[in-house]
């Protein structure tokens, strides 16, 4: 009786071909949302003027530019206010802490 060994067998770490192409256009996606987010803050940031100019174009006179600034800065103000609100610790929740 003579007993062989098969030979270990070599496992491909190619994985599945879908696997593979569903990876790189996850990938994919995620670089071009990365750079679209980057070039929009740049452009956002860098060109002159303000929102309200570029909503209204060249057709907005300075009372209706005037007029939509204060708007969006209430907008503004309304969102920094509810993040506050939220950020802000609940009293029930400040006496629980404390009787530890």
């Known amino acids: 009786m003579s007993s062989t060994v098969a030979a270990p067998v070599a496992r491909s770490r190619e994985g599945s071909p879908l696997l593979r192409f569903v990876g790189r256009r996850l990938l994919g996606a995620v670089v071009a949302l990365f750079v679209a987010s980057l070039v929009i803050f740049a452009g956002t940031q860098l060109l002159p003027g303000d929102a309200a100019s570029v909503v209204l174009g060249r057709n907005g006179n300075p009372a209706t530019v005037k007029l939509l600034n204060q708007q969006l ?17 609940h009293p029930a929740i400040e006496k629980l802490e404390g009787e530890r």
């Open 73 to 89: 800065n209430r907008v503004n103000q309304e969102i920094d206010t509810i993040d506050n609100d939220l950020s802000q610790t």
